[in-house]
T-cell receptor, first 117, second 112 residues
Framework: SAVISQKPSRDICQRGTSLTIQCQVD?????MFWYRQQPGQSLTLIAT?????????ESGFVIDKFPISRPNLTFSTLTVSNMSPEDSSIYLC??????????????FGQGTRLTVV | QKEVEQDPGPLSVPEGAIVSLNCTYS??????FMWYRQYSRKGPELLMY????GNKEDGRFTAQVDKSSKYISLFIRDSQPSDSATYLC????????????FGTGTKLQVIP
């Protein structure tokens, strides 16, 4: 299993500013993921972050808006840049770990509840 | 059409009731089916997973998968107030590290 510590747990930010969310895993993992969870919508994958390479962004998400760092196998950051009220959401980091027998399990941090005013 | 559709709820039931949560999906390549539980202000945590079709039981929880109908269910027997949470279905293809696709989640409230 994996324990993921994510901070801050919540923040209220002014529009036009940026917020960096940190995610620490208690073991080395190959892949880390950043999701956005908006009310009434499914978890939406923002990007996949592998150590030593550029993050891979999903359709609708760009690096200028959501720059990601992955300096080592236990840590990642997501920055929400030039924020607007539409960025208000819960942001979650996640990793996959093998459970054996072909399956992988997704583990999540506790989330960052962002409100942009 | 979304790959995964989930009844949005919210669902409110009395304590002790049997709860049925459901998802449908369109991608026949999905092989692993999971249910996550998310308490308020917490990240999702894995509740159960099943591979391919069939049933799996764990205590008061039973997960069912019908691949022919592309339909999965989670049943909660003798529901408790502590079961009040949002339940998300999720699924992925088999083999290695595969992207997990989530449903929108169903908010469940069990009333004492």
């Amino acid at each position: 299993s994996a324990v993921i510590s994510q901070k801050p747990s919540r923040d209220i930010c002014q529009r036009g500013t940026s917020l960096t969310i940190q995610c620490q895993v208690d073991s080395q993992v190959t892949m880390m993921f950043w999701y956005r969870q908006q009310p009434g919508q499914s978890l939406t994958l923002i990007a996949t972050a592998n150590q030593g390479s550029e993050a891979t962004y999903e359709s609708g998400f760009v690096i200028d808006k959501f720059p990601i760092s992955r300096p080592n196998l236990t840590f990642s950051t997501l920055t929400v840049s030039n924020m607007s009220p539409e960025d208000s959401s819960i942001y979650l980091c996640s990793t996959l770990m093998s459970t054996g027998s072909m399956n992988t399990e997704a583990f999540f941090g506790q989330g960052t509840r962002l409100t942009v005013v | 059409q979304k790959e995964v559709e989930q009844d949005p709820g919210p669902l409110s039931v009395p304590e002790g009731a049997i709860v049925s949560l459901n998802c449908t999906y369109s991608n026949s390549a999905f092989q692993y089916f999971m249910w996550y539980r998310q308490y308020s202000r917490k990240g999702p945590e894995l509740l159960m997973y099943t591979y391919s079709s069939g049933n799996k039981e764990d205590g008061r929880f039973t997960a069912q998968v019908d691949k022919s109908s592309k339909y999965i269910s989670l049943f909660i027997r003798d529901s408790q107030p502590s079961d009040s949470a949002t339940y998300l279905c999720a699924m992925s293809r088999s083999g290695g590290y595969q992207k997990v696709t989530f449903g929108t989640g169903t908010k469940l409230q069990v009333i004492p």
